[in-house]
């Protein structure tokens, strides 16, 4: 048995969320995927990988589907089960199994929680209000340690304690921070799926998005056809920005008249694609330095 403390480095991406001591008698270490869609650039990935190294656990990658969630209509739940469908057999080249539960997340993650006691779960975080209920919710039912990672920064949250109320504020701080914030790295494989019990294997989901009923969402705004969903696309999408729309994203991206802009937001919001692979093309691309330093600061 260890307390959290004694092992959780100081590193402002992470935030440790209970106390519960590691018992390494788990069968294996959770990833609760929500709000980072995706393995490469991911800093969670990379930590919980790194964690099922220190304590040689295999990994797992949990992620809950609550079709309930409010004002979310058919054609977000589409864009994200594709971005899904494309993860999970990535996955499972690795080894790792998808595994995929159904509910308000605070209900099912505790429930699975409850059923296979972990030695340690990470997630994550998530700074709006309904992902800090489940986020409480979990921490508070949890047998094990639970911690998140900024994932979705390029600067760690915690590094601007203090609430800003206007951009004049806020961005000089970012600026003095940013560079180290950037540092690259590589996108690891969990050295002990081995050692995977045969049960968890088989809750592995194939094709999550064939759990989506259109039925239950039936009154919601449709799919938009035009936009498809998963890292892949999202890669394919950036490349083409930088090299059509990025040399003069700093006079036209404010044009209505025209396409000046990335077209990344939706990737970035599902986190099928994460805001530093987009900064590390951007600041490799042959564009000119204005318009760089603009697409860095509007992103960032």
Request: glycine fraction near 4%; aromatic fraction near 8%.
């Amino acid at each position: 048995m260890m307390k959290a403390a004694a092992w959780l480095p100081d590193a402002p991406r992470l935030r440790l969320w209970n106390h519960p001591e590691i018992h390494g008698e788990g069968p294996c270490i959770v990833y609760w995927m929500q709000r980072s869609q995706r393995i490469l650039h991911n800093p969670a990935w990379e930590f919980a990988v790194e964690q099922s190294r220190r304590l040689q656990l295999p990994l797992v990658v949990l992620f809950a589907l609550d079709l309930t969630y409010p004002d979310a209509q058919l054609r977000h739940f589409h864009f994200m089960m594709q971005g899904l469908d494309e993860l999970a057999p990535r996955l499972l080249e690795l080894n790792v199994p998808f595994i995929q539960v159904f509910g308000p997340p605070g209900d099912a993650v505790c429930q699975w929680l409850q059923r296979w006691q972990p030695a340690l779960l990470i997630g994550d975080d998530n700074p709006l209000r309904h992902g800090n209920v489940w986020r409480q919710q979990v921490a508070a039912a949890a047998s094990c340690p639970f911690v998140t990672v900024d994932a979705d920064v390029i600067v760690p949250t915690q590094l601007l304690p203090k609430e800003e109320y206007a951009a004049r504020t806020i961005r000089p701080k970012i600026h003095r921070l940013w560079d180290e914030a950037m540092q690259p790295w590589e996108t690891v494989r969990p050295p002990h799926q081995e050692q995977l019990s045969d049960e968890l294997r088989q809750q592995h989901s194939t094709q999550p998005s064939q759990a989506l009923d259109p039925r239950a969402l039936a009154q919601r705004a449709g799919r938009v056809r035009q936009w498809l969903g998963g890292t892949v696309e999202a890669q394919r999408r950036l490349n083409e920005f930088i090299t059509e729309r990025l040399p003069t994203y700093d006079t036209k991206r404010n044009q209505p008249a025209v396409d000046g802009t990335s077209g990344l937001s939706p990737y970035l919001h599902f986190g099928q694609i994460g805001p530093h692979t987009v900064a590390w093309a951007v600041r490799e691309a042959s564009a000119p330095d204005a318009a760089k330093d603009a697409f860095l600061e509007e992103m960032i």
